[in-house]
């Protein structure tokens, strides 16, 4: 894939090999009213979109992240988790381990607070949503009013 960029009105390009789901370092570079621009791999920008970043991020910052998409206009999107059914896999593992944590038992819904899903998970409440849907239909869990618990083995 190539990316243009304009400096100073000349025209530059840039070789790259990024594709969607690749794991990148980013150096979160500035905040802006979308999101967070982030430096991949030291090479290009890319953005981290304000409403799927579900943790504190700092200028300066290095963090692992993915790439969600190289868009037709040569702009990349930018996540923190794995974009796609791995994210619901990863959640789902981590799901299973909050749980065997707790006793067995975590006082969330499908029908809680969207932040209450990001403080506890660092996800998003679709993310959520379809992990524990993946769970219930395995038979690890059971779905209860005010939570959800490990189902027991018989």
Do not use: W
């Not at 979160?28 to 030291?42: D, W």
């Not at 506890?120 to 409440?125: A, Q, Y």
């Amino acid at each position: 894939m190539v990316i243009i960029e304009h400096k100073k009105g000349r025209t530059k390009e840039k070789q790259t090999d990024f594709h969607e789901g690749q794991k990148v370092e980013l150096l979160i570079s500035a905040r802006k009213k979308m999101g967070f621009i982030a430096v991949i791999n030291g090479t290009h920008k890319g953005i981290l979109y304000e409403n799927e970043v579900f943790q504190p991020l700092k200028i300066g910052q290095e963090i692992g992240g993915f790439i969600k998409k190289v868009r037709d206009d040569k702009k990349i999107d930018l996540c923190l988790q794995k974009p796609g059914y791995k994210a619901i896999d990863a959640m789902s593992r981590k799901i299973m381990d909050e749980l065997q944590q707790q006793g067995g038992f975590i006082a969330v819904t499908d029908k809680s607070q969207p932040k209450a899903i990001a403080d506890i998970f660092g996800v998003s409440k679709k993310i959520f949503k379809k992990a524990i849907g993946s769970l219930y239909k395995k038979r690890l869990i059971t779905l209860e009013k005010d939570g959800i618990r490990l189902r027991e083995k018989k």
